[in-house]
């Protein structure tokens, strides 16, 4: 056995040791592993358990976004159970291994050989049901492998009730020599509190070396990966521990009780962040903030505020309350109150709300302004236009300083095609109008309130569309009389 020292390091949430050591680090290649073949019978579901959205983001994609910003380029990702729905919905920014049979952890990191053959490095190891491990975390247990030169950095925590995971073993000089899972460890065993977390960084050569000489005679019938420590051990290697703090980052998610914790904990981690670079979230409770969402500051968050997939905040907005943002981008200065915007932009300055609905492609010039109950799809909304009430716009290409009457509806389908509607800049729609598409309102003109308009108006000219009034003096007074009086 060589003679290396036990090496611990305690490493809290605020260890700020990482930055001189990441430096040296740049030049290895970092690779990773993220272990998500198993079935997940718990979550009791069709759905393969990694699929399990948190934020919006599955589950394992986070997890495997993780290795990403700790430097991993293009992760691997070990599949299995529902394997082929997993590759379709993360795609190709990562690399596939398949486990075809579930035949233990170990056996899982053993798959992913192939896809890692040429690789003398550095790889590390995370369960695709932990979305939660900081990325500067795998940073600095690579660090610390590096460092120590060691076969395996492993993270482990010491747990007030270490139940259901393996405990680590230590020899009379303290030095891990394996790890023990709860089915297979005898009461002695039971009684030890530091566990596996199953968040490692392998010396991939090793890693691949020993993984194959494991057996799986264990309580389990399966091929442990935590096994990989006794093997080390007799190997004359060395396993050195980085222990964890904060117990949250590892919460592992088994159930869909723990798919809401863990969505709460990263929900908390993302509002933090946006509060500390100065966006204010009026009800952390109430609010909802997806991983990839970008928020400007001194923009402010009211309560019920869901933001969602790759929407994008300007600085100095107003977002809420009851509202939710899916993908849409809302430039500086803007404000959006108890509505639903989707796909859509929001232009600097506009103001869009209450119970607006906008979707499609819609895109709103500047300074404009979008009322209650109107909605707009596939629109292009000019600068300083207005739509203040109860309106419909669909397909439409709206110019600027247009005002749009309460009321207007573009009829854009025609049960087989739709059609689009144009309005020239600073033209006046009156209220009620009904534009039959494909159709267009010229520049400077006005449509009368009221009008079904088929045909296009020109610039500058007034369109009046409708029956005329007509007025019949005394009538009502007469009819009153017929009727006997009164009403
Ligand atoms: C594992 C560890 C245990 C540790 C615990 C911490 C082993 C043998 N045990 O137990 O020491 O305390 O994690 O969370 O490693 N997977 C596959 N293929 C398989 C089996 C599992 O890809 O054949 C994947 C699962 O999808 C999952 C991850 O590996 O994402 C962990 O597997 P799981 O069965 O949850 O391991 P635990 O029993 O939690
Ligand atoms: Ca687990």
């Known amino acids: 056995m060589p003679n290396v020292r036990l090496f611990i390091l305690d490493l809290g949430k605020h260890n700020s040791s990482g930055g001189v050591i990441r430096t040296r680090m740049a030049e290895r290649v970092l690779e990773g592993i993220v272990l998500a073949a198993g079935k997940g019978t718990r979550m009791r579901s069709d759905l393969p358990k990694g699929l399990h959205r948190i934020l919006g983001v599955p589950m394992v994609e986070l997890a495997a976004r993780n290795l990403r910003k700790a430097g991993v380029t293009r992760p691997t990702i070990v599949v299995g159970h529902g394997g082929d729905q997993i590759v379709e919905a993360l795609g190709d920014g990562y690399a596939y291994a398949w486990q075809r049979e579930q035949l233990g952890t170990g056996h899982a990191a053993l798959c992913a050989e192939t896809a890692l053959k040429d690789h003398d490095g550095p790889v590390l190891i995370v369960p695709g049901d932990a979305p939660l491990i900081e990325p500067d975390f795998l940073r600095r247990l690579a660090a610390v492998q590096a460092e120590t030169g060691a076969a395996c950095a492993m993270a482990t925590c010491v747990m007030d009730d270490p139940f259901g995971y393996g405990r680590i073993l230590r020899d009379a000089e303290g030095r891990p020599m394996g790890i023990v899972e709860e089915k297979d460890a005898t ?64 919460m592992g998610v088994n159930d869909r009780w723990q798919l809401a914790e863990a969505a709460r904990v990263l929900r908390t981690r993302i509002l933090r962040a946006h509060a500390l670079a100065g966006v204010t979230i009026v009800d952390p409770g109430s609010t909802h903030v997806g991983p990839d969402v970008e928020i400007g500051a001194d923009s402010t968050l009211l309560p019920n505020t869901v933001l969602e997939g790759r929407t994008v905040v300007g600085a100095g907005c107003a977002i809420g309350p009851n509202t939710v943002l899916r993908n849409a981008t809302v430039e500086d200065g803007a404000s959006v109150v108890c509505s639903f915007v989707a796909d859509s932009t929001v232009g600097a300055g506009s103001r869009v709300g209450p119970f607006a609905h906008l979707r499609g ?44 009457g309460a009321g207007t509806i573009t009829c854009n389908y025609d049960g087989f095609t739709k059609h689009r509607t144009r309005i020239g800049d600073g033209a006046f729609v009156g209220s009620n109008s009904t534009l039959i598409a494909p159709v267009t309102i010229g520049e400077g003109s ?42």
């Open 446 to 487: 006005v449509v009368g309130a009221g009008s079904v308009i088929r045909h296009d108006v020109p610039k500058d000219a007034l369109a009046i569309a409708r029956a005329d009034q007509v007025l019949k003096e005394g009538w009502a007074a007469r009819r009153r009389e017929a009727k006997g009086g009164k009403k």
């Open 361 to 404: 492609g819609t895109r709103l010039g500047s300074g404009a302004r979008v009322g209650n109950f109107v909605e707009m799809k596939n629109v292009e909304f000019g600068a300083s236009s207005s739509a203040a009430h109860l309106t419909y716009l669909g397909d439409a290409s709206v110019g600027e300083s247009v005002n749009v």
């Open 187 to 250: 009461p002695e065993q039971k009684a030890l509190r530091e566990v596996c977390v199953s968040v490692y960084c392998f010396q991939a050569r090793t890693l691949f070396r020993l993984l194959k000489t494991l057996r799986n005679d264990n309580a389990q019938g399966e091929y442990y990966l935590t096994d990989m420590v006794g093997a080390i051990y007799r190997d004359g290697g060395n396993t050195v521990c980085v222990r964890v703090q904060d117990t949250e980052m590892l």
